[in-house]
């Protein structure tokens, strides 16, 4: 083990004890309780400042289910994939010819972002946001309208339009080729409405 892989042990095992103290949904003074440890010692070790002894160590990782190696390993990405058709998919407007793809699976307050597929001829009709809310299309692929308060604004590949996403709006691809966009909702915090 390197010197320089050894300065990470503190933060490593700072990292790794509050991510699954967390997520297992337990508080400090619990985990300390089940350690036998200070909670005080703990919440050192848990910062990266303190230098826990190998007891107490061999303690949290008892008390946690893990092992000490577990504790002190770089930390691993919390990654998830979420396979084709796992996310809500909606078929939308006249014929169904428009799709809706989620493609957050998280959910991010204030934060909506959605793949729009309109057929040759699709129209759909976009749902009003609560006021002071922000709305971004994005076009891929292909030529897309947006229809916002009256406006008409075309879109070509890489296009970019901002509107007011509190207003009425909708969406028409009345090109040949299936169009492809993106669709960011940013919608006002409770107080900013």
Known sequence: MSYETVDLLPGNLAKNLRYVRE??????ARVAKLAGVPRSTLALVETGSGNPTLLVLARLAGALQ????????????????????TLPVERRGKGKKAEV?????????GMQIDRLELEPGARMTGVPHPPGTREYLVCERGRM???????????????VVSYQGDQHHSYWNDGNVTA????VVAIAPPGLR
Do not use: C, K, M
């Open 66 to 85: 893990v092992s000490i190696e577990e504790l002190i390993a770089a930390p691993r990405s919390d990654a998830h994939v979420h396979r084709n058709g």
């Open 145 to 159: 309208t947006l229809w916002a308060a009256g406006e008409r604004y075309d879109l070509a590949f890489g296009d």
């Open 23 to 28: 997520r297992r949904g337990l508080t400090q």
């Open 180 to 183: 492809i966009g993106f669709s």
């Open 101 to 109: 793809r989620t493609l957050l699976p998280d959910p991010i307050p």
